[in-house]
């Protein structure tokens, strides 16, 4: 193996096998496979690890800001397609430790069939739900209908005939006697007996009460 100082070519060199460098190699196209440490690379096909891409395949221009959408956290790093089209990511956004991706577009799912919900303009998706629409009604005591999707789609107030097919009867089946009671009078009893209240001369009769309430 050759061992030069330097090597100066004007034009093309193939090499059969490998070339080994000490130091460091500067050329404006490098064709083939490099194995090592490239500091600059202004195209790379393949890539195990690049410290720093400055536009991925299809973007226009790498910003070093981002001025639109949503500001929670810190800018870092974001590229611009050339149209308008924008993409962008943030660091503690929405909360502190995570990492959020703002676009200025749309992003779907499903193979690209679906659009991921955008709640600032949900009048936009074809799928989106409507509630049924039925007429209002007050508190009540009604027959109700459902209709296929689970919804109360109609009323009709019961009746009296209603509660009476279920065989509960139409009248009061009750049948006590109420009992009448009338006010005693004193002619209705003889042989009044007094209690006598108060003190006596007689060692067995009346007392003495402490207190009166």
């Excluded at 690209?112 to 799928?127: F, P, Q, R």
């Excluded at 209709?147 to 089946?173: C, F, N, Q, Y």
């Excluded at 009671?181 to 003190?199: C, F, H, I």
Aim: net charge neutral; with cysteine; charged share 15%.
């Amino acid at each position: 193996m050759a061992n030069l100082q330097s090597l100066i070519v004007n034009g093309v060199t193939r090499l059969l096998s490998k070339l080994y460098v000490s130091d460091s190699v500067t050329a404006p196209t490098f064709i083939g496979k490099l194995q090592g440490n490239a500091d600059t690379a202004t195209k790379a096909t393949n890539a195990d690890t690049a410290t720093q891409a400055n536009i991925p395949t299809g973007f226009q221009c790498k910003t070093s800001s981002q001025g639109w959408g949503n500001q929670t956290g810190t800018f870092i790093t974001g590229w611009d397609d050339g149209s308008g089209g924008s993409i962008a990511f943030r660091k503690n956004n929405p909360s502190t430790g995570q990492v959020s991706m703002l676009l200025d577009g749309y992003l779907y799912q499903n193979e690209g069939k679906y659009m991921v919900l955008d709640t600032n303009n949900i009048s936009t998706y074809a799928n989106k739900y409507t509630h049924p629409s039925y007429t209002a009604k007050s508190s009540g005591l009604y027959k109700i209908t459902v209709d296929g999707t689970g919804h109360v789609s109609a009323t009709t107030a019961v009746t009296k005939a209603d509660i009476t097919g279920l065989g509960i009867p139409g009248t009061d089946t009750n049948t006590d006697t109420k009992v009448t009671q009338n006010a005693v009078k004193d002619s209705d009893y003889t042989n009044w007996r007094s209690l006598v209240w108060g003190s006596s001369n007689s060692a067995t009769e009346g007392f003495s009460p402490t207190t009166v309430t």
